[in-house]
């Protein structure tokens, strides 16, 4: 079984400044993804950031970048210079892949509300 | 390229009633997942079809339910409505393939059961 835990229910950050959201996980599963999303008061889940186990490298997606820790089981998102637009909900996922071919069922954290002040 | 669509964006039901949401997926996307997002309990996944096969399952009762077309678009169907089947209810696509990772998900049908 996989589960995901986001401590931080909720986070606040100046505009401009950088702000890590946390994630640590638990899986037998020998390779796996993790994953950010973020999902604004539209509802709308808006992929960020992917993370395979096996990857050497943290990922970076622009002003997105994963810290990841295999040995702590952690993957925590780092969000550069921060926006009013990055006020949101953030959830980290993981996934296994299916079949070998894709991540077809994610498991998520219960997410951190991040509030950015002008 | 169109996202992923669902309809209806909104639904109110009455207890007792069942209920059918529609997924249409990226072009190209042959995985259809669906989540289920309530406020006591967050995310949670519900099924997934790929080649109009169920491949994965959550743990929920059998009164959801699924299916996928040829074309990848996806059905799901909740018999016999209860209160608690309040949600927000998502669906997602993703390719295939070793490279593929991200699902993209749809906007999402909001269901109020009364």
């Known amino acids: 079984a996989q589960k995901i835990t986001q401590t931080q229910p909720g986070m606040f950050v100046q505009e401009k400044e950088a702000v890590t959201l946390d994630c640590t996980y638990d899986t037998s599963d020998p390779s796996y993804g993790l994953f950010w999303y973020k999902q604004p008061s539209s509802g709308e889940m808006i992929f960020l950031i992917y993370?395979?186990?096996?990857?050497?490298q943290n990922a970076t997606e622009g002003r997105y970048s994963l810290n990841f820790q295999k040995a702590r089981k952690s993957a925590n998102l780092v969000i550069s210079a921060s926006q009013l637009g990055d006020s949101a909900m953030y959830f980290c996922?993981?996934?296994?892949?299916?079949?070998?071919?894709?991540?077809?069922?994610?498991?998520f954290g219960q997410g951190t509300i991040l509030t950015v002040h002008p | 390229k169109a996202g992923v669509t669902q309809t209806p964006r909104y639904l109110i039901k009455t207890r007792g009633q069942q209920v059918t949401l529609s997924c249409s997926p990226i072009?190209?996307?042959?995985?259809v997942s669906w989540y289920q997002q309530t406020p006591g309990q967050g995310l949670q996944f519900l099924f997934e079809?790929?080649?109009?096969?169920?491949?994965n399952k959550g743990n929920f009762p059998g009164r959801f339910s699924g299916r996928q077309f040829s074309n990848s678009r996806s059905e799901m169907n909740v018999s016999t409505l209860e209160l608690g089947d309040s949600a927000l209810y998502l669906c997602?696509?993703?390719?295939?393939?070793?490279?593929?990772?991200?699902?993209?998900f749809g906007p999402g049908t909001r269901l109020t059961v009364t």
């Open positions: 072009s190209g996307h042959r995985s």
């Open positions: 996922a993981m996934g296994a892949r299916a079949g070998g071919t894709s991540y077809g069922k994610l498991t």
């Open positions: 079809y790929f080649s109009e096969t169920q491949r």
């Open positions: 997602a696509s993703s390719l295939t393939g070793q490279t593929a990772y991200e699902q993209y």
């Open positions: 993370q395979g186990s096996y990857d050497q």
